[in-house]
C-alpha cells in the first residue's frame, strides 16, 4: 500500500490493463511467438526513409523533443490542407484519447460508445469516472446513428466512433457520417477515430469542416506509416478545442525520434502506397485461408482481418488458444456476437504462411474438444 491515499476514483477501479501484450505472454510461455499478428501493428514497417531519419536523430537524443511538434505540425497541415492550428500531436491515438477524456469527462458523465469496441478509451474514461453507455454492434459495424441517439438520450458529453472499426474492420461510408453529423446533441463532441483510414477505399473519409465544433478526428503513424513503437499521433480538430490540449497535455511527451520519423513517413508517399497494396494483398490471403478452412472473413477496410470461425465465442476462444499455443500471437473481440471471430493482422507471406500451418490443426482440435 502507498503511504498516500488513493482517491477514492481510482481506490474503486480493479487493477486492470486493456491489452496483455505479446511480450507479457512470451514471458509466460517462455518463448517468443514465431508470427506476431495480434495487435494490428504494420509487420511491413516504416519507409526505410523514416528508418534513416530516425537513426540520424538518435544521437540528438540527449535533446528533448520539440513540445509544440512544429515541423510535424507544419507537414501535417500542408499534407491535409488545413491550418496548423487545427492540429495536435500526441503520443499516439492512446494517449491523445486520455487528453480528451481528461479535458471533457469527470466522474458521473456520460460517454457513448458501442459494446466491443476499442478498449482502451473505455479505459481511459473508467480512468476519470466517466459513465460508459454502450450500444451494440449492428452487423458487425458500429451504428453511429443509434450512437448518436443514444447520446442524445443520456445527456452525452462524448460519442465515440472509429471508422474503420476495431475489432471487426468495418467501415461505414464517409456520405453516411457527414449525413449523420447534424443528429449530434448539443453539448456532445464526437470522436471519430480513423486510426485505419489510409486502408480504407476512399468513399469511407467524410468531409468534415475543420471549423465544425462539434467533431474531433484523430489519426495515427501507427498503422499505415508502421511505427507504433515511435508512439506518434495526431487529433485534428477546430482550434479552440486544439488548444485545450495544451492545458492538460504532456509537453514534452514526444521523442524527438520519433518526431524526425514521422516526418519522413508522411514524405514517402511511393512507400506508404507499398504498404497499402501489401496490406491487400495480405487481406486477400488471410480471407483465402479462411475459405480454405470453410470459414468466412469479414471484409476489412484495415490492416486485419476477422475470421468468422462459424460457432460461438467459447469455440472461437478455443481455436485461438491453439493458435496462440502454436507460436502466433493473435487475439479476438471481447464481445458476443462479435467474439465468434478471430481477428489476424496482415502479416508479410512468410508471417501468414506461419499462421495457415497453425490454423487448420488450431480448428480441428477446437471442434474435437467440442464434440
Ligand atoms: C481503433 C484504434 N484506435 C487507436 C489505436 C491506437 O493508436 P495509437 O497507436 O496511435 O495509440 C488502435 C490500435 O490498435 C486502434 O485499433
Given at each position: 500500500?502507498?503511504?498516500?491515499?488513493?482517491?477514492?476514483?481510482?481506490?474503486?477501479?480493479?487493477?486492470?490493463?486493456?491489452?496483455?501484450?505479446?511480450?507479457?505472454?512470451?514471458?509466460?510461455?517462455?518463448?517468443?511467438?514465431?508470427?506476431?499478428?495480434?495487435?494490428?501493428?504494420?509487420?511491413?514497417?516504416?519507409?526505410?526513409?523514416?528508418?534513416?531519419?530516425?537513426?540520424?536523430?538518435?544521437?540528438?537524443?540527449?535533446m528533448y523533443g520539440d513540445p509544440e511538434?512544429?515541423?510535424?505540425?507544419?507537414?501535417?497541415a500542408q499534407h491535409h490542407g488545413i491550418p496548423t492550428e487545427n492540429i495536435m500531436i500526441g503520443e499516439g491515438i492512446d494517449a491523445l484519447l486520455g487528453y480528451l477524456v481528461r479535458m471533457f469527462i469527470t466522474q458521473g458523465d456520460k460517454v457513448v460508445t458501442s459494446a466491443g469496441a476499442y478498449p482502451t478509451f473505455n479505459y481511459h474514461v473508467d480512468g476519470f469516472g466517466g459513465d460508459l453507455v454502450k450500444i451494440p454492434y449492428h452487423n458487425d459495424h458500429e451504428d453511429l446513428p443509434a450512437l448518436l441517439a443514444k447520446a442524445k438520450e443520456v445527456g452525452a458529453k462524448l460519442v465515440y466512433f472509429a471508422n474503420p472499426d476495431n475489432p471487426m474492420g468495418t467501415t461505414s461510408k464517409g456520405t453516411d457520417i457527414e449525413a449523420a453529423l447534424d443528429d449530434i446533441p448539443d453539448g456532445c463532441l464526437l470522436i471519430l477515430d480513423e486510426a485505419y483510414v489510409e486502408f480504407a477505399p476512399f468513399d469511407a473519409c467524410p468531409n468534415i469542416p475543420i471549423e465544425q465544433e462539434n467533431v474531433i478526428r484523430m489519426r495515427t503513424f501507427s498503422k499505415a506509416y508502421g511505427m507504433a513503437g515511435a508512439r506518434v499521433g495526431y487529433a485534428m480538430a477546430e482550434a479552440d478545442l486544439i488548444t485545450g490540449f495544451n492545458k492538460i497535455r504532456n509537453h514534452f511527451g514526444m521523442c524527438r525520434i520519433s518526431q524526425a520519423g514521422a516526418l519522413a513517413a508522411l514524405a514517402d508517399t511511393d512507400y506508404l502506397n507499398q504498404t497499402i497494396?501489401?496490406?491487400?494483398?495480405?487481406?486477400?490471403?488471410?480471407?483465402?485461408?479462411?475459405?480454405?478452412?470453410?470459414?468466412?472473413?469479414l471484409p476489412s477496410a484495415t490492416n486485419f482481418v476477422a475470421?468468422?470461425?462459424?460457432?460461438?465465442?467459447?469455440?472461437?476462444?478455443?481455436?485461438?488458444?491453439?493458435?496462440?499455443?502454436?507460436?502466433?500471437?493473435?487475439?479476438?473481440?471481447?464481445?458476443?456476437?462479435?467474439?465468434?471471430?478471430?481477428?489476424?493482422?496482415?502479416?508479410?507471406?512468410?508471417?501468414l504462411d506461419i499462421f495457415e500451418k497453425a490454423f487448420g490443426p488450431a480448428l480441428a482440435l477446437a471442434r474435437r474438444k467440442r464434440a
Open positions: 500500500m502507498p503511504s498516500a491515499k488513493y482517491t477514492d476514483l481510482v481506490e474503486k477501479l480493479p487493477a486492470s490493463v486493456p491489452f496483455v501484450g505479446p511480450e507479457a505472454q512470451e514471458r509466460t510461455r517462455g518463448g517468443e511467438f514465431a508470427a506476431r499478428l495480434g495487435a494490428n501493428e504494420n509487420v511491413f514497417g516504416p519507409s526505410p526513409k523514416a528508418i534513416k531519419a530516425m537513426s540520424d536523430a538518435a544521437s540528438g537524443v540527449w511538434s512544429h515541423d510535424l505540425r507544419h507537414a501535417l497494396e501489401n496490406i491487400d494483398q495480405a487481406r486477400i490471403r488471410i480471407a483465402e485461408i479462411a475459405k480454405n478452412h470453410g470459414l468466412n472473413s475470421i468468422d470461425c462459424g460457432e460461438d465465442g467459447d469455440f472461437a476462444r478455443a481455436v485461438l488458444t491453439e493458435v496462440v499455443a502454436a507460436g502466433v500471437f493473435v487475439r479476438m473481440p471481447f464481445v458476443a456476437p462479435q467474439d465468434r471471430c478471430i481477428r489476424i493482422s496482415c502479416g508479410r507471406p512468410q508471417d
